[in-house]
């Protein structure tokens, strides 16, 4: 069973090897919280995560070692299992960088405003938020723990705005994985940014005190968006019309225009006189070659929230994606799909976060330390 460390450079949990399982939190911070609490507050997140991610309890005392007549400091039911390759990945939403703590002039010009996208249907109880926590494991209990002792933690001091569960990781990370396969029974994580191009992760996704905030050096943006699948319509369209959409062949994952599936895509070549890979396929617009050469490190998971009262399955991706340029990466590419991309009659945008994510914490110390 992998463990992966809380402390250092980068915080784990972006290039780290996506595990299956997914509990995604955003918080608000309390009215009455002040810059110390807010400071008391992700040191205990820290000293909590980094002992959780070891598969720790919460604190020496734990679920069962403190007083017979008071709450115990851990909910328990991670008690007897591994830590199952746990990470804890916390960030900071526009919102935290205004006057109630002093942060106005500290927020980095590359944590933007998203603007909004054309088919976009957000639902703001369940987007944005001051701070929040990506809790990823390959035990779901586990995941789940994490964000509810986090949850529990930060009583008074923060509360949680929206949460989300998700299983399946819809990327692959590092070139050992295999590339699963989303929703849509496509492989999803083809080509992303891996780990192992380190020059590439180097300039696309670690941020770096010349993008003017130095504190954010090491650091990343994590963009997230609840995109609802269609899956019933979906499922009733043919095998053509579901490759066309995509670009790519459902059972290998090649390129329609040839080869295997990790061969480069050729937008040259013709079939039947018109562009293999249609120019409105979800990977011809989201190809780096038609974006300015923009690239994203992708790490989504799928969801299944039950289902609606038409009784179609409430379910999709809930896409995050890891940056060092917002505007430039995740906005770009998303403005070509929202206007062309074949996909959109199958998907929805529902909830929307755009997060700074702090370099990692110096050993004992704690995430956001070189904010404050
Ligand atoms: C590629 C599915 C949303 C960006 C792909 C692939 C699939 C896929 C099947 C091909 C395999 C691969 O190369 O990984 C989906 C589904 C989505 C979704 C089902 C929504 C429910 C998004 C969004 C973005 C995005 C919102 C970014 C704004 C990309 C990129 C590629 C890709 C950059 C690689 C393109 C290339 O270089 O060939 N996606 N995607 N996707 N997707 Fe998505």
Redesign the pocket.
């Known amino acids: 069973q992998a463990t992966y460390p809380f402390y250092g450079k980068h915080q784990s949990g972006i290039v780290t090897a996506a595990q299956d399982r997914l509990h995604f939190a955003a918080f608000d911070v309390s009215e009455g919280t002040t810059r110390d609490d807010l400071v008391g507050l992700l040191k205990d997140w820290s000293y909590a995560a980094a002992r959780m991610t070891r598969g720790e309890e919460v604190s020496k005392s734990g679920a069962t070692g403190g007083s017979l007549y008071a709450p115990p400091d851990d909910t328990g039911e991670a008690l007897g299992l591994p830590a199952a390759g746990l990470t804890i990945t916390i960030g900071f939403g526009p919102s935290l960088f205004d006057d109630r703590f002093g942060l106005a002039s500290k927020r980095p010009p590359r944590l933007i405003d998203l603007p909004s996208f054309a088919g976009d249907n957000l639902d703001d109880a369940m987007s944005g938020g001051d701070l929040c926590i990506q809790a990823c494991s390959d035990d779901p209990q586990i995941a789940v723990h994490a964000i509810r002792n986090l949850s529990r933690i930060a009583f008074g001091r923060a509360g949680l705005r929206w949460s989300q569960l998700g299983f399946g990781r ?2 692959s990370t590092t070139r050992g994985q295999a ?1 699963p396969r ?3 029974g ?7 940014l891996k780990a192992e191009d380190s020059a590439l992760v180097a300039k696309d996704v670690w941020a770096s005190a010349s993008h003017g905030a130095d504190w954010m050096d090491g650091g990343s943006y994590l ?1 997230s ?1 609840k ?1 609802r ?1 269609q899956i019933e319509t979906w499922d009733h369209q043919s095998l053509k019309e579901q490759q066309t959409v ?3 062949d459902k059972g290998a ?1 090649a ?1 329609l225009s040839g080869g295997t599936e990790f061969s480069a ?1 050729d937008f040259h070549a013709k079939r039947d006189g018109a562009p293999a890979v249609p120019t409105t396929s ?3 617009l ?4 038609h ?1 300015g050469g ?3 490190l ?1 790490r ?1 998971y799928n969801f299944v929230d039950g289902n609606d009262s038409l009784g179609r399955l409430n379910a ?2 809930f ?1 995050i ?1 890891y940056q060092n340029d917002p505007e430039n990466q ?1 906005v770009r ?2 403005t070509a ?1 929202a206007a062309n991309d074949a ?1 959109n009659e ?2 929805q ?1 529902v909830s929307s976060g755009i997060f700074a994510v702090p370099p990692g914490a110096s050993r004992g110390g704690y995430v956001g330390e070189t904010l404050f």
Not at 186 to 192: P, R
Not at 286 to 289: S, T, V
């Open positions: 819809t990327s590339t989303n929703l849509f496509f492989k999803d994580g083809t080509a992303n963009v968006r995109i699948m995509v670009g790519r994952g390129p895509i979800h990977v011809s989201a190809h780096p070659d974006n923009a690239q994203l992708r989504g999709g991706l896409f994606c995740f590419i998303q799909l996909m199958y998907v945008h």
